[in-house]
Structure formats: C-alpha cells, structure tokens
C-alpha cells in the first residue's frame, strides 16, 4: 500500500514572515500527521525559517529546484549541501514552469534527479503536457519521453525514494482540473511506464501525485483513484485551511 504524499509548491510567493506564518498554520492542523506525507516547498530564501517551524513535527521540507553540480562556479545555483544543511528532504525537479520558461530539458533534469538520489534528497519529478500536445493526441507520447529521459539509469531500488508529479500543463493556475478519469488514466500510463523500464516491483511502489488546480472541492475524488498517490498543490497550498483540507481528503 503506498502511503500517500501531498506537497504544497508555494512557488515564487511568500517572504519569510508570510511563509513563517503560513507554515504556523499548516502546522496547527497537521504537525503529528502521520497518515499522509506533507511536505512544503516554499522558495530557498523561506527554506532556513520554514524548516525551523516544522522541525519536530511529521511535516518535511521540500526544495523547488536543485543544481545538478556539487559546488563550484554556477553563479545563481543552489546545490544539494546547501539544502540538506537546511534539513530540505524532497526536491522538486523539471517542474513545466522551469521547462518552460527557463529551457530546462530532460536532459539536464537527469542529471538533477541522479544527483539528489545519490545525495539522499527524494525528488519529485514532474512530467506532463501542454493543452496543444492533449488536442493532438499526443499525451502518452510527451509523458512518456518525460519520464523514460528524466528517469534514465535511475535504478529499480530507487523507485520508493522517488516520487513523480503528473501535472497536465493546461490545468496548472488556470482552474481547470483534469477529471479524475483523465487524471487516472495519464497515471496509469506512466506506472506501465516504469514498469516497462525496471520492472513491477518498483512500478507498484513509486508514488505518482497529480498536479494542476487540485482543491478541497475536487481533492477526494481525484485521490481515490487507483495510481493517484497524492498531489502536488500550487494556489491552495498557499492557504492553510485549504491545503490541511487537501491532506485531511487523503486520508
Ligand atoms: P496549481 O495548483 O496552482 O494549479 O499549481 C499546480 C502546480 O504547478 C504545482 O506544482
């Protein structure tokens, strides 16, 4: 049984008092959960203040975005030592806003995804398509280059450290979810996916979360499917009630 994850991606919100408060509030809810995974991913500056409210609690600390380098020359990165001295445990890594708007491709996230399993950081990998490839029918063909290029020579015993987001680009910010038979059905896919890659094992352990205007209103449903393991959550995570409700419809 694959225990469920619900990750609030705050994205480029919050100072540090807004995000100390927000985690305050998350933490008022859900500090003993123990049922559900919660982890909150506010941005790096955030990160030391964030940590320090939840330190002690079952919550865990994720990153947005991670250097494929150790240290060294990389004027603007953010390497793995810096956030685990900040007691960071998940990064986010190929999220479709970095793809988009900074060129990220499947290559250099790769290397990401390699670089915090070998450093024990659990990545959150996210794969999925834009409204025009949906239109064309080409869903399955998208995710699966995403998830066979980000996830080259990861290897079968990594899967369970490993979680993979699946967020449809055309239902991020913009209000419209995927129903949850298209959510499913995408997640599906990309468990055949693994399992063609390493095997069933893995592929029945690996938690795949859906991503894209997840609610309170909408969370139960798309929660109950089969290979939806959790989501990754953007505009309701940034309020407390909303993203506590998102967790409590996962239990
Ligand atoms: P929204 O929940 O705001 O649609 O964002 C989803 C997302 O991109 C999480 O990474």
């Given at each position: 049984m694959r225990k469920k994850i619900i990750a609030g991606n705050w994205k480029m919100n919050k100072t540090i008092g807004e995000?100390?408060?927000?985690?305050?509030?998350?933490?008022?809810?859900?500090?003993?959960?123990?049922?559900v995974d919660v982890v909150l991913c506010p941005p790096f500056t955030a990160l030391?203040?964030?940590?320090?409210?939840?330190?002690?609690?079952?919550?865990?600390?994720?990153?947005?975005?991670?250097?494929?380098?150790?240290?060294g020359a990389y004027t603007g990165e953010i390497c793995h030592t810096m956030l685990?001295?900040?007691?960071?445990?998940?990064?986010?890594?190929g999220h479709s806003e970095r793809r988009e708007y900074y060129k990220e491709n499947d290559f250099w996230i790769n290397k990401k995804v390699l670089k915090a399993l070998e450093k024990n950081l659990r990545p959150i990998l996210c794969v999925g398509e834009t409204l025009a490839q949906r239109e064309?029918?080409?869903?399955?063909?998208v995710v699966?280059?995403?998830?066979?290029?980000?996830?080259?020579?990861?290897?079968?015993?990594a899967y369970t450290e490993l979680v993979i987001a699946y967020e449809?680009?055309?239902?991020?910010?913009?209000?419209?979810?995927?129903?949850?038979e298209q959510a499913q059905?995408?997640?599906?896919?990309?468990?055949?996916?693994?399992?063609?890659?390493?095997?069933a094992e893995a592929a029945n352990a690996v938690r795949i979360q859906y991503g894209g205007s997840m609610k309170?209103?909408?969370?139960?449903?798309?929660?109950?499917?089969?290979?939806?393991?959790?989501?990754?959550?953007?505009?309701?995570a940034l309020d407390a009630t909303s993203f506590a409700a998102i967790v409590k419809a996962a239990l």
């Open positions: 995000a100390v408060e927000l985690a305050n509030g998350i933490k008022l809810d859900l500090a003993a959960c123990t049922e030391k203040s964030v940590s320090d409210v939840v330190s002690e609690t079952q919550i865990a600390v994720g990153a947005q975005n991670m250097s494929s380098e150790d240290e685990k001295e900040l007691f960071v445990r998940y990064v986010i890594l064309a029918n080409e869903t399955e063909k699966e280059v995403q998830i066979r290029e980000g996830l080259k020579d990861v290897p079968a015993s449809p680009v055309w239902a991020i910010g913009t209000g419209k979810t995927a129903t949850a059905e995408v997640h599906a896919f990309i468990r055949g996916v693994v399992k063609d890659m390493v095997g309170p209103a909408n969370a139960e449903e798309l929660l109950s499917q089969p290979d939806i393991d959790g989501g990754l959550i953007g505009g309701a």
